[in-house]
């Protein structure tokens, strides 16, 4: 019997990615190999509830709401984590995977809707991007920068530039909460001219002081 370490798992709106807005189950599973200096989710690193795929799958269909979304920590850190996917698109699901970008998306069945990070060197972790991942990817999929500073833009956009990716893929600039002022993240690509979507974390305006749950 399969089953998954989960962290949390509620209901609430999406976010983030051009899902923003809409109400979804989230399934936060516990663990990540990554350690971001902004990781805004550290209390899913460890702990969490063993359940079985039935009960994942009876707690999912008891929120009631169409949209699902894999997140974490790393969901593909645990590897069976994507036989649950396939089972929530057999149901008539869609379903979201949020992913750091650095466990190969191989086995992530073809009709999940991908939003894939690429770690910037604010994070410590860019020296962990799977460059590999790029050729999993559909076009209708994400690619989330998270952008703590100048630094990072300047980094993010020859990244964007040099694998071509608004040609490829939807790019997400994300601006690290409280570190990166949304207005000079915005001022900076319309100044380069970049087909990049600003990518704000709504819930995080929603509910300011509240980490978990939302």
Known sequence: MKTLIISELYKSIQGESQYAGLPCAFIRLT????RCRWCDTTYGFKGGRKLTFDQIIEEVEGLEVPL???????????SESTDLMAEFL??????????SGSISLEAVPKGVHIIMDVKCPSSGMSHKNDLNNFLFLKKTDEVKLVIADEK????????????????????????????????????????DKLSVRLNLQLHKYIWPNIEKGV
């Not at 663990?31 to 990554?34: I, R």
């Open 90 to 99: 057999s149901l008539g699901k869609t379903v979201l995977l949020e992913t």
């Open 152 to 191: 990072d833009y300047e980094w993010a956009k020859e990244f964007v530039h040099e694998h071509q990716l608004t040609e490829r893929f939807q790019v997400l600039f994300s601006p690290v909460w409280k570190e990166m002022d949304p207005k000079d993240l915005v001022s900076w690509f319309l100044r």
């Open 68 to 78: 699902i979304e894999f997140t974490g920590g790393e969901p593909l850190a645990q």
């Open 31 to 34: 663990g990540c190999p990554l």
